[in-house]
């Protein structure tokens, strides 16, 4: 069965950091790509980076470039998201899914709210 455990969240404000992890089991967790994708308040789920089955290729979308950084271990079958420069409008729940284009395999997600 697979299993996405987000942990990491919590209240930030503007321009604090945050670093999100994700713990991995149930699959051969460096077979996959693997994302973060968020879901704000009365939004869809929007996706915000992928990361290549070993590390060597990211992905961001364009108003996370700069700010985020993804990143893996593959040895503890981890996944994380280094967050910086927060924004009000990153205030969302926080999902690390499995794969780059299907999202239906994620984690109960992580709330990350930027507030001052």
């Known amino acids: 069965e697979v299993q996405l455990v987000e942990s990491g969240g919590g209240l930030v404000q503007p321009g604090g950091s945050l670093r999100l992890s994700c713990a991995a089991s149930?699959?051969?967790?460096?077979?996959?790509?693997m994302s973060w994708v968020r879901q704000a308040p009365g939004k869809g789920l929007e996706w915000v980076s992928t990361?290549?089955?070993?590390?060597?290729?990211?992905y961001y979308a364009e108003s996370m470039k700069g700010r985020f950084t993804i990143s893996r271990d593959n040895a503890k079958n981890t996944l994380y998201l280094q967050m910086n420069s927060l924004k009000s409008e990153d205030t969302a729940v926080y999902y690390c899914?499995?794969?780059?284009?299907?999202?239906?395999?994620r984690g109960q997600g992580t709330q990350v709210t930027v507030s001052s």
């Open positions: 990361i290549s089955w070993n590390g060597g290729s990211t």
């Open positions: 899914a499995r794969g780059d284009s299907d999202y239906s395999h």
């Open positions: 149930g699959f051969t967790f460096d077979d996959y790509f």
